[in-house]
């Protein structure tokens, strides 16, 4: 009489063995797929926040202009003023940095340009007749390119 034994093939395990690596192979792709996923889109939010901060703290900034006097510089690349408490404040790109005077107030920045415009909405370069500034700060952050605009009413200038 021939005695029935129990257990798995070699030819079994093997197949199981193979059929698991295969789905191991797909999930962790399917799993660094996300994961590289997630990174990016935290890096992008990283510099989109870096340059929404950058441009409220410009803004900001930009509307303690006392008056056009206190205007020093109005380039498409420098803006040069005096604020309401005597301090002298610069806005450039040194880099790919906004710098605030010598300090550093954004990185991953690729561009910012300056614009001015008069009280009538037209584009001036005289320094006495600008009512409006508008700012535009192109951010580059992890192969992607985000582009913030402000318009910022210089409230005591009048013309």
Sequence with gaps: MMKIQKGFTLIELIIVIVLLGILA???GKMLMQGL????AGQNAVQANWAGTIAMERM???????????????ASSSQ????????????????GSSVMRN??????????????????NGN????????SYV???????????SYNL?????????SS
Excluded: C, E, P
């Excluded at 590289?36 to 990174?39: C, G, K, R, Y």
């Excluded at 803004?59 to 510089?73: E, G, K, L, N, P």
């Excluded at 584009?123 to 600008?130: D, G, L």
């Design 25 to 27: 192979a797909v999930s």
């Design 36 to 39: 590289s996923a997630l990174i």
């Design 59 to 73: 803004s900001r900034d930009i509307h303690q202009v006392r008056s056009a006097a206190d205007i020093s510089t």
């Design 79 to 94: 803006f040069t003023f005096t604020d309401m408490n005597g301090n002298s404040i610069s806005y450039t790109l040194s």
């Design 102 to 119: 010598s300090q550093a107030l954004a990185d991953g920045i690729s561009a910012l340009t300056f614009s001015y415009y008069d009280k």
């Design 123 to 130: 584009s001036t370069a005289v320094i006495a007749n600008i």
């Design 134 to 144: 508008n700012i535009s700060l192109a951010i580059t952050g992890n192969q992607a």
């Design 149 to 157: 605009t402000t318009a910022i009413y210089l409230r005591d200038l």
